[in-house]
């Protein structure tokens, strides 16, 4: 077990291209959450997926993002268009669900700058 | 307001000093984490908690339901516990059990 994995680690790009990011969370977890963290903030919820299905989204998910996870392994966030306001880290964590009392694993995260 | 509020924001502690952080939210919770931040983003579980009180080595971790209040407290500070604690709660609301909603942080130096 390795562990949440995300990659890239670092990403740079100009405003209006598109960007994806993968998570590769730890095996036989169920749930799969993705975070965006701004610098000086706490981690803010995006989505999270049960199996494949994507089960919440939050109104911070623009139509601009879009997030899969096809065979309920890893996940990718992709980014459509991006603005320099999607700058921030972009977390993924991973969790055997078995109630609320659930503990999420983190990845290390994915740092993008949109220039 | 935030849902989760925490205290201090900042806070430097000279090693070995006793150090305690706060967190109130004003929400209903089914479990309240504190979590540990590193420089680079990697983010690790300390507690999770729904009552009481929780130990594990030099850190302390209470729940106080009825006020709606946790406490961190770090006993025998080391240079080493330097990193940003946050507070997340698990929120209670209709069927949703999908996300945490977390603080700021509380970043943390403790200074040889």
């Known amino acids: 077990d390795t562990g949440v994995s995300q990659d890239p680690r670092h990403k740079i790009t100009k405003r209006g291209q598109n960007v994806t990011f993968r998570c590769d969370p730890i095996?036989?977890?169920?749930?799969l959450y993705w975070y965006r963290q701004t610098l000086g903030q706490g981690p803010e919820f995006l989505t999270y997926?049960?199996?494949?299905?994507?089960?919440?989204k939050s109104r911070l998910l623009s139509d601009r993002f879009s997030a899969e996870r096809p065979k309920g392994s890893f996940s990718t966030l992709e980014i459509q268009r991006t603005e320099q306001g999607d700058s921030a880290m972009y977390l993924c964590?991973?969790?055997?669900?078995?109630?609320?009392?659930?503990?999420?694993?983190f990845g290390p995260g994915t740092r993008l700058l949109v220039l | 307001k935030n849902e989760v509020e925490q205290s201090p924001q900042n806070l430097t502690a000279q090693e070995g000093e006793f150090i305690t952080i706060n967190c109130s939210y004003s929400?209903?919770?089914?479990?309240l984490h504190w979590l540990q931040q590193h420089p680079g983003g990697g983010i690790v579980s300390l507690f999770m908690?729904?009552?009481g009180k929780k130990k594990h080595g030099r850190l302390i971790a209470t729940i106080n339901i009825q006020e709606k209040h946790s406490s961190l407290h770090i006993t025998a500070s080391h240079p080493r516990d330097s990193a940003v604690y946050i507070c997340?709660?698990?929120?209670?609301?209709?069927?949703?059990?999908?996300?945490?909603?977390f603080g700021k942080g509380t970043k943390l130096s403790v200074k040889p």
């Open positions: 964590a991973s969790s055997f669900y078995s109630g609320p009392q659930e503990t999420q694993y």
């Open positions: 095996s036989e977890h169920n749930r």
């Open positions: 997926f049960q199996n494949e299905a994507q089960l919440e």
């Open positions: 929400v209903g919770i089914s479990a």
């Open positions: 908690l729904s009552s």
């Open positions: 997340a709660v698990r929120v209670l609301y209709g069927g949703s059990q999908g996300n945490l909603i």
